[in-house]
């Protein structure tokens, strides 16, 4: 009866820490942007628990996190970290590229990413 005292609070508490961890590896979408012609899309994601970190009001966007560039069919062409998600808004889309000013150049011909 006194190992049930300890066993269940302990198994308890090791649920608690595990949801809280996963929940911080999570990631939330923030923003999702098509190219001009439609064939790429670039998805700006955040850790969940950011969330949870004051920022300013109306300064949702400026949690760091990351932004990735996808095919059409879902074929992720790199992912890249910056600063603040809501950079997204400054992707400039060309025929084979992509590129975030001062984070990074994705190649959509080869589909791949060069990080700055």
């Not at 064939?39 to 969940?48: C, I």
């Not at 095919?71 to 910056?82: D, I, M």
Request: with cysteine; aromatic share 10%.
């Amino acid at each position: 009866m006194k190992r049930l005292r300890i066993v269940i609070p302990l198994a308890a508490l090791v649920v608690v820490v595990a949801s809280a961890l996963a929940a911080g590896l999570r990631t939330e979408e923030y923003y999702r942007a098509s190219s001009p012609d439609g064939r790429h899309y670039a998805v700006a994601t955040y850790r969940l628990y950011q969330v949870f970190i004051p920022r300013m009001p109306g300064g949702g966007g400026d949690k760091p996190g990351y932004v990735t560039v996808f095919k059409r069919g879902g074929l992720s062409c790199g992912r890249a970290p910056v600063p603040m998600v809501n950079v997204v808004y400054s992707l400039r889309w060309d025929a084979k590229t992509a590129s975030l000013p001062g984070s990074a150049s994705w190649d959509l011909v080869d589909c791949r990413v060069e990080r700055w």
